[in-house]
């Protein structure tokens, strides 16, 4: 078999796609790379790496031409709603080159996605539940694996690692606009201002849990303002209108007794103060004595105990789901099946929810599992030698697909790879 050409493009912060390259390299395969700031710089110490210093405008025909100089039969990514990064898949299904995406894990904790042509509302997967339970009988059971700890702190080292070097490096690529909303600089405050409320928070919390008490709940989980799989993937372009939706919503329909919990995304930046506008929504409605606000809290054990959960797509919908617990979401996510989720409005959903039906949502993740799940985590240095191999096996054994608009057009064959 002749040797691929990998084409990378922005990863998260960190070494995780050099070290997946350099994997790659090993193996006879040729290793290429497009950096577009500084902090790409610093993330990529290998050879065959090409400055992109042009507006955006210019990227697709920049591509388009390395692609076919380079001969590229693959391309490598975090993210696949990032603006270049759309142009990337788009200009790579024209050229007939395989596009790999990487993302955080369908289901939490402890795995990472990696999945061909597209996540969420871009994936080639069915959304036929019976063809799940039709693929799952030819698949091995998923075995149990020992928890990761928590890798927070090496990812925030990565992160402030990454911005640094964009910063100091912002005069040699002038076109660069990042896909986050904030600047990194106003990010750090944020991040420092939220480190030193810390303790604040955590006595906030207390107390609102315990305003909570033996209350039956629902909960919202917010997403990052930032996460482009809510922007891409629905029809809100932040948070903002989703919470006034939900807590309208709850206001007017939920039973009289129930509560509702906002819990704030544990890598929010703290620049926007997502208690005060929640407070704020519930005290204009009336309902200010009926929703809980926590900053801290552990996910999974407030997710077991709810009556239901609310998301736009976050992955905490399958730590429901695995709880048997009822989930709507509000954009398009993988996990959005008859079955699984609720399928009606919103509205309906605080005094009928839909439960989920076990045996369709383990079908489902003996899929995932098998289909476009790697065990580990990007930060994590214990799995990290497993888990390069893992995914360079998983690149390497990849062939095309042929993408259709009706994911349930594709052939079960064509998805289906052997577990790692």
Request: proline letters at 6%; a positive charge; one cysteine or more.
């Amino acid at each position: 078999m002749s040797a691929r050409q990998f084409l990378f493009l922005q990863g998260l912060p960190g070494d995780f796609f050099a070290d997946l390259a350099q994997s790659l390299q090993k193996q006879g395969n040729g290793i290429h790379r497009v950096n577009f700031n500084g902090g790409d710089v610093a993330n990529w110490p290998l050879s065959g790496a090409i400055h992109y210093h042009g507006p955006a405008r210019h990227w697709p025909s920049f591509l388009a031409r390395l692609i076919s100089s380079r001969g590229i039969t693959d391309i490598v990514l975090f993210g696949d709603c990032r603006p270049l990064h759309r142009v990337a898949r788009a200009t790579a299904a024209g050229l007939g080159v395989i596009v790999h995406v990487f993302e955080e894990g369908y289901i939490r904790p402890d795995w990472i996605t990696l999945e061909l042509g597209g996540v969420n509302g871009f994936s080639p997967l069915p959304n036929d539940p019976d063809w799940y339970l039709r693929a799952a009988k030819s698949l091995p059971g998923v075995p149990d694996r020992v928890a990761l700890p928590s890798a927070i702190a090496r990812r925030a080292r990565a992160s402030i690692a990454y911005y640094a070097a964009a910063l100091s490096l912002a005069w040699a690529f002038p076109f660069y606009r990042t896909h986050r909303p904030w600047n990194p600089l106003l990010e750090a405050g944020g991040w420092l201002m939220r480190y030193c409320g810390r303790k604040s928070a955590a006595i906030r919390s207390a107390a609102a849990m315990a305003c909570l008490g033996n209350s039956p709940y629902f909960i919202f989980p917010l997403q990052l303002n930032s996460d482009y799989q809510l922007r891409a993937h629905s029809d809100f372009d932040g948070m903002q209108p989703a919470l006034a939706e939900v807590i309208a919503s709850f206001a007017r329909h939920a039973p009289a007794e129930a509560k509702l919990v906002v819990k704030s995304h544990p890598l929010d930046n703290g620049l926007a103060d997502w208690r005060r506008r929640t407070l704020s929504y519930a005290g204009a409605l009336g309902v200010q004595d009926r929703i809980v606000f926590l900053e801290t809290g552990d996910i999974g054990l407030l997710v077991r105990g709810a009556l239901g959960v609310i998301t736009i797509n976050s992955t905490t919908g399958t730590l429901a789901l695995e709880a048997s617990v009822p989930v709507i979401t509000l954009g398009r996510s993988i996990y959005d099946l008859p079955g699984l989720t609720h399928q009606g409005a919103l509205a309906q959903f605080w005094t009928a929810p839909e439960r989920p039906d076990i045996g369709l949502y383990s079908a489902f993740r003996q899929v995932l599992v098998h289909r476009c799940l790697l065990h580990g985590g990007f930060y994590d240095a214990s799995t990290r030698h497993a888990l390069i191999a893992a995914a360079s096996r998983r690149l390497l054994s990849a062939r095309p697909l042929t993408l259709v608009r009706a994911r349930s057009r594709i052939a079960p064959s064509a998805l289906l790879v052997p577990a790692e």
